[in-house]
């Protein structure tokens, strides 16, 4: 299959945790689960940035995407 956005990460969103997945040449762990809270939203926004993605898909139901789309939005206005 061919690699269309080299850079790019996959985030389930939840209710109670969010499962990321990123490209197997960028961590051990190719998928992790982070908490809805906002502190979890920025592990989540930290740890993307040490795996240098710069672009993510979301898949979500309701509402809770929200918060994470703000909190990885601050985050990536801020320099890596």
Request: proline share 2%; with cysteine; net charge negative.
């Amino acid at each position: 299959m061919e690699v269309v956005h080299a850079h790019a990460a996959g985030i389930d969103i939840g209710r109670a945790s969010h499962f990321v997945a990123v490209p197997p040449d960028r961590d051990e762990r190719l998928v992790r689960e982070f908490g809805s809270w906002t502190a979890d939203l920025h592990h989540m926004a930290a740890w993307l940035k040490e795996c240098k993605i710069g672009t993510v898909a979301l898949q979500s139901t309701g509402v809770y995407w929200m918060a994470a789309v703000e909190v990885l939005e601050q985050e990536a206005s801020r320099s890596f």
